[in-house]
């Protein structure tokens, strides 16, 4: 036996892997804590200026009206998501014929670009030559603004009765809500997939034994599905939430001009972070600020719910 | 049949036609002319509308001006809807109606060149298929180290790049940019390509997968002399092709389509990808609606070719993705 040195080898294979991560992963997250506490523009670094660009946050009307934006986004598009992708899987789950023909179908909106897909439904949802309206106008309903609407939905339903909601309780508006339908649309299919996969993993004796004891769909879905799958709901969840708090793409190409409006209903955080970054105040140290905090409600939201799920689970 | 399954498949095909209804309409509004889309004709079938008048055996289009009754004020046109003559007085009852089916395929040329398209896919392509084979060779290497070989740090490693995994990507935009702009590297190809040429997702899915190759058979290998790179090589990736390919799939379809970051670190119109320059082309062109579609069209195509073929294969690349919980 030769006498054991220490070993470069494996570090080796390690090497261009870790240089990548570390150079393009570690390094800018240490260096945006860095660049928040200075005066940082497009030049480079200024002074250095503590937690100001935080204080300045508490104070800031567009960041909490975008923070608002995003949270309905994410609080309409998580469980509408949710509940439309397991009953979907539910539905393929039970058949045998077209099953993959039907789950390609679904699938085609989340292999397909966000950009492209953001311009055609623009395009749907435009009040003079779009689809959404030709739609509305063949069941006789009037025409709707959608994207160009910066009244909350709710509000605009109660109006119908004559009710007049004040605008706090007014929700997302019209706009957003367009929005709120691409999003969903575009990951639904993924969604679904997930979902099969983990009702293809529930042995069928559990639902062979509810038969025998007489048990119906509706219960069994209820007493075996929806406890068994719940790691794989959890994981929906956690990633649904995750993906929506990043919307970017869909508000730049569909919303505006200017992109976030009308009257910046549809301004959410990663637009504001990108506006104030390379918008016209070129602001990188505020924009670093808006990614931390993004990132650390990302982070709270994701261990929440990490630590439901070890109680839920069985 | 019985009627659950009646019930299940009529809600699936209702379903299904809304979640394919925009590429449908996408398709049908790319070949109609913009003036049909103009006059709100909205529908699915590119059908013109249009009235015409004919005169000495020649047939003119016609738009009206006003309607005094049974004769009107008209401009005439000819089939290219250039104008031959306008305010001419003609009798209401020689306007005849008619509708035309036609497909203006020409959009797609006209928009392909209206902005260098052409250019866009080959930076497309070049910055996509670096990347894959970049995340390949070093998510192999670091994946065969993590999986196979015992070294003094290994956890410490996997787990901090596990937590990378974690960070979303505006988190790490800004500094990105700080730092590319640093190394002179915004509005460059290196900027497009370097950063993303490890992909932590796929060093996971590797390793995974190398753990599962029978330790014997590397062991034996290596006795034999094979060096630990040869046996990579000849025995651990020749068993791990459909991990590989789903990797590759992965990476492919995650670089065509990422949008944020192109548009953040380049400028120069050279060095629009794809997604970027559609984004600047739907700017531009805002008010044309069938050369917009025709553009999302070809700019999703191949990617719906590429599903169409291997459509098992990425369906199952996605849910993989979602079994590590």
Redesign the interface.
Known sequence: MKKKKFNFGPYLYLLPAAIIVIVFRLVPIVLSFIVSFFDWTITGPGEFIGLSNYSKLIYDKEFWQSLLNTFYLVIFVVPISLVLSLFFATLLNGIKKLKSFFRSIYFIPTVTSMVAISIVWKIIFNQQTGLANYFLEKIGFDPLAWLAESRGIFQLLFANFGIDLPSYLGGPSQALFCIIIVTIWKGLGYNTIIYLAGLQNIPNVYYEAADIDGAGKIKQFFKITWPLISPTTFYVLMMTTIVTFQVFSQIYLMTGPPVGGPLGTTKVIVYFLFDKGFGESNDLSYASAIALVLFAIILTLTLLQKRLEKKVHY | MNP??VI??T??IF??II?????I??VT?SVKSQLE??K?N??FLPIEEFSTYTEDDKEYRITLVKDEGDSSYVHLFNEKWERISSYKKIPNSSIVTQRQFKLHLENFTTAFNKVPFGRYFLNTLFVSFSVVIGVL???S??A???AI???RG?DF?FY??IS?M??????????????L?HLGWIDTYQALI??W??N?FT?FLLRQQFKTIPRDLLDAAYIDGCS?LRALWKIVLPLSKSVIATAAIFGF?GS??S??WPL?MTDSPELRV??VG??YF?QEASTQ?AL??S??TF??LP??I??LFA??Q??AS??SS??K?
Do not use: E
Not at chain 2, 19 to 23: A, G, L, Y
């Open positions: 659950t399954k299940t498949y809600i699936l379903c299904g979640m394919v209804i925009p590429f309409w996408m509004t889309v103009n709100g909205v529908g060779i070093t998510g290497l670091a065969y180290a993590f070989m015992k070294f290994r490693f901090l790049f990378m974690m960070v979303p990507q505006p988190v790490y935009l800004i500094p990105s940019y700080v730092l702009n370097i950063p040429v490890a932590i060093i630990r379809i065509w389509n949008f944020m953040i794809l997604q559609l984004s739907s609606t917009l579609m553009a999302s700019s999703i990617l719906i590429l599903f459509q098992k990425i369906i996605f849910a979602g079994l919980g």
